[in-house]
T-cell receptor, first 114, second 116 residues
Framework: KAGVTQTPRYLIKTRGQQVTLSCSPI?????VSWYQQTPGQGLQFLFE???????NKGNFPGRFSGRQFSNSRSEMNVSTLELGDSALYLC?????????????FGPGTRLTVL | AQSVTQPDIHITVSEGASLELRCNYS??????LFWYVQSPGQGLQLLLK??????LVQGIKGFEAEFKRSQSSFNLRKPSVHWSDAAEYFC??????????????FGTGTRLLVSP
């Protein structure tokens, strides 16, 4: 099976712009989670989508949003970019089981905000 | 709220020596614990997980971890370190297994350096 893929791998944006990141989960996985990784805050959970519905949400401002399509692919959008949004954004997919689930991570998208 | 503490930011180990990375968690009920490894510029790879049962868990690449409820710990071990093990290691807990396994709370990570 192919692993989790994320596109693009690298992005450079300027403050105030918006950005969309894409994640394709492992075939058969219905859950997609997003994490932000920064040197200062570490790995933080953004949100999780399961069957096109947001099921879990982290503590991030409304500028961060996402969606999931019927084929389980997910996109994450960040509007009005700030310098502090520079980070590695990781996507993880899983079967979405309520117990004993296991997440598989993609390589990440490195976002730089200038 | 659940939390994970990795007290060591950096650890340097000689190649061939044994390794133990520490992880302490804070969680009221039975925790669901994970260890992930991240190589530079890469995503996270799952090394092993603990859900229930045997408290000594075997993982990939020769790693193992032991769950100790009395110490709220889930330390990662390897008997003989290889240069390719140099990476950053993250301990994580599923934040609320009752509402979903998908929201992981991560520790701050331990960077492992392997000296020749």
């Amino acid at each position: 099976k192919a692993g989790v893929t994320q596109t693009p791998r690298y992005l450079i944006k300027t403050r105030g712009q918006q950005v969309t990141l894409s994640c394709s989960p492992i075939s058969g996985h219905r859950s997609v989670s997003w994490y932000q990784q920064t040197p200062g805050q570490g790995l933080q959970f953004l949100f999780e989508y399961f069957s096109e519905t947001q099921r879990n949400k982290g503590n991030f401002p409304g500028r961060f949003s996402g969606r999931q399509f019927s084929n389980s692919r997910s996109e994450m959008n960040v509007s009005t970019l700030e310098l502090g949004d520079s980070a590695l954004y990781l996507c993880a997919s899983s079967e979405g089981r309520p117990v004993g689930d296991e997440q598989f991570f993609g390589p990440g998208t490195r976002l730089t905000v200038l | 709220a659940q939390s994970v503490t990795q007290p060591d930011i950096h650890i340097t180990v000689s190649e061939g020596a044994s390794l133990e990375l520490r992880c302490n968690y804070s969680y009221g009920a039975t925790p669901y614990l994970f260890w992930y490894v991240q190589s530079p510029g890469q995503g996270l790879q799952l090394l092993l997980k603990y859900f229930s049962g045997d408290t000594l868990v075997q993982g990939i690449k020769g790693f193992e971890a032991e769950f100790k409820r009395s110490q709220s710990s889930f330390n990662l071990r390897k008997p003989s370190v290889h240069w390719s093990d140099a990476a950053e290691y993250f301990c994580a807990v599923a934040s609320d297994p009752n509402t979903g396994f998908q929201k992981l709370v991560f520790g701050t990570g331990t960077r492992l350096l392997v000296s020749p």
